[in-house]
Nanobody
Framework: VQLQASGGGLVQAGGSLRLSCAAS????????MGWFRQAPGKEREFVAT???????????DYADSVKGRFTISRDNAKNTVSLQMNSLKPEDTAVYYC???????????????????WGQGTLVTVSS
């Protein structure tokens, strides 16, 4: 699976951005897709995921820091996953990465070590 992230940029605090991640591969619908971010001088951290579970439904999970402001969505027909970011704050400034792993992984969705495929990252800068 190859991932290509896009949509980053400079935005003022309170503004919005939409990140997209295009994936190659024929079995995109059977992958958990996640967004992680790395701020300057900090470790990479979990942002959001959409996971396919045994009931054949997709579930979204979010970091507490973005819950209520960010929304993750996926379009399996287009092999894309998006992250709508609203009410952005300066502390959201980071390089955002999309990642993928095979679905039905029993490990926690925020464990980045369990994701096998990573995009190149897209920079989001939020000015105050």
């Amino acid at each position: 699976v190859q991932l290509q992230a896009s949509g980053g940029g400079l935005v003022q605090a309170g503004g919005s951005l939409r990140l997209s991640c295009a994936a190659s591969g024929r079995t995109f619908n059977k992958y958990d897709m996640g967004w992680f971010r790395q701020a300057p001088g900090k470790e990479r951290e979990f942002v959001a995921t959409t996971t396919w579970r045994s009931d054949r439904l997709y579930y979204a999970d979010y970091a507490d820091s973005v819950k209520g402001r960010f929304t993750i969505s996926r379009d399996n027909a287009k092999n894309t996953v998006s992250l709508q970011m609203n009410s952005l704050k300066p502390e959201d400034t980071a390089v955002y990465y999309c990642a993928a792993r095979s679905a039905l992984n029993p490990t926690h969705v925020n464990d980045e070590s369990t994701y096998d495929y990573w995009g190149q990252g897209t920079l989001v800068t939020v000015s105050s």
